[in-house]
């Protein structure tokens, strides 16, 4: 009596024994690969009021997003197949180095146009004669500009790898002198307060609270730090406000040793 646990094994095919058409299996017209080329060349060769503009980021998200579809096309034959074989390891692993790869490469992206927005080497402009000749060779293929991006176009928020562009150079210039002010500001106002609220318990209870303040928001203002940096530069803060309250209350000492 066959044992109702164990499934019965069909009886081999003339065609069981034939390895999956891999090719065969990914459509001609892709339709999720056609979506994001819709959505990725408005922010890759685009037109603005400076001029014609080429986001070679936005070329390379495109990329991403392709590769991430091609781990997807070969974990479907391998979960359809229910067995994995050498043929899925080496595509697999080729995947998903290229994919690990582009992720390193979108962080030096990242890294260089922070760095230094207007010479970013990933964003070509019209302005530039040698990037013009460019664009000029890329038309005479046959291939125009899009319109203006939209802001408010969410569909990019989906894709891998953060941004498509980044604000200009003043505006990360405002955010700089920004976050300088409010480093001064959690410095400066406990000192401020413990110096004209003297005392021991007072000044325990400021470096706490604000200690905490400080743990808390640097944990939600930066989700990709690791805890361990976390914990350094909370404990660093709490260094700063400890010694202010031991210098503090040893020039306290003296006063009280006066009046008595």
Same mark, same amino acid.
């Given at each position: 009596?066959?044992?109702?646990?164990?499934?019965?094994?069909?009886?081999?095919?003339? /065609?069981?024994?034939?390895?999956?058409?891999?090719?065969?299996?990914?459509?001609?017209?892709?339709?999720?690969?056609?979506?994001?080329?819709?959505?990725?060349?408005?922010?890759?060769?685009?037109?603005?009021?400076?001029?014609?503009?080429?986001?070679?980021?936005?070329?390379?998200?495109?990329?991403?997003?392709?590769?991430?579809?091609?781990?997807?096309?070969?974990?479907?034959?391998?979960?359809?197949?229910?067995?994995?074989?050498?043929?899925?390891?080496?595509?697999?692993?080729?995947?998903?180095?290229?994919?690990?790869?582009?992720?390193?490469?979108?962080?030096?992206?990242?890294?260089?146009?922070?760095?230094?927005? /207007?010479?970013?080497?990933?964003?070509?402009?019209?302005?530039?004669?040698?990037?013009?000749?460019?664009?000029?060779?890329?038309?005479? /293929?046959?291939?125009?500009?899009?319109?203006?991006?939209?802001?408010?176009?969410?569909?990019?928020?989906?894709?891998?790898?953060?941004?498509?562009?980044?604000?200009?150079?003043?505006?990360?210039?405002?955010?700089?002198?920004?976050?300088?002010?409010?480093?001064?500001?959690?410095?400066?106002?406990?000192?401020?307060?413990?110096?004209?609220?003297?005392?021991?318990?007072?000044?325990?209870?400021?470096?706490?609270?604000?200690?905490?303040?400080?743990?808390?928001?640097?944990?939600?203002?930066?989700?990709?730090?690791?805890?361990?940096?976390?914990?350094?530069?909370?404990?660093?803060?709490?260094?700063?406000?400890?010694?202010?309250?031991?210098?503090?209350?040893?020039?306290?000492?003296?006063? /009280?040793?006066?009046?008595?």
């Amino acid at each position: 009596m066959a044992n109702p646990l164990i499934p019965a094994v069909p009886p081999p095919s003339p /065609q069981s024994h034939s390895k999956p058409d891999v090719e065969a299996s990914i459509p001609i017209t892709d339709p999720i690969s056609k979506a994001v080329v819709d959505t990725g060349r408005r922010h890759t060769f685009y037109t603005n009021e400076r001029g014609v503009r080429f986001n070679l980021v936005a070329l390379h998200r495109m990329n991403m997003h392709y590769l991430r579809k091609r781990l997807i096309d070969e974990a479907a034959i391998i979960f359809k197949n229910g067995a994995m074989d050498d043929d899925n390891s080496r595509a697999l692993t080729g995947l998903m180095r290229d994919y690990c790869t582009a992720v390193r490469d979108r962080d030096c992206m990242r890294d260089l146009a922070y760095r230094d927005w /207007q010479n970013n080497p990933f964003h070509l402009k019209s302005e530039r004669e040698m990037e013009r000749g460019l664009f000029e060779y890329l038309r005479a /293929q046959g291939v125009e500009p899009e319109s203006e991006m939209a802001t408010d176009d969410r569909v990019t928020s989906t894709l891998p790898g953060g941004p498509w562009d980044y604000p200009s150079s003043q505006r990360n210039r405002k955010e700089r002198y920004a976050l300088t002010i409010l480093g001064s500001v959690i410095i400066i106002v406990p000192m401020v307060i413990m110096a004209f609220v003297p005392g021991r318990i007072p000044s325990v209870v400021i470096v706490v609270a604000c200690t905490m303040l400080f743990a808390v928001g640097t944990a939600y203002f930066s989700p990709t730090k690791p805890p361990l940096e976390l914990m350094i530069a909370t404990a660093a803060y709490a260094a700063v406000l400890v010694v202010f309250v031991g210098a503090s209350i040893t020039d306290m000492i003296p006063e /009280q040793k006066e009046r008595q």
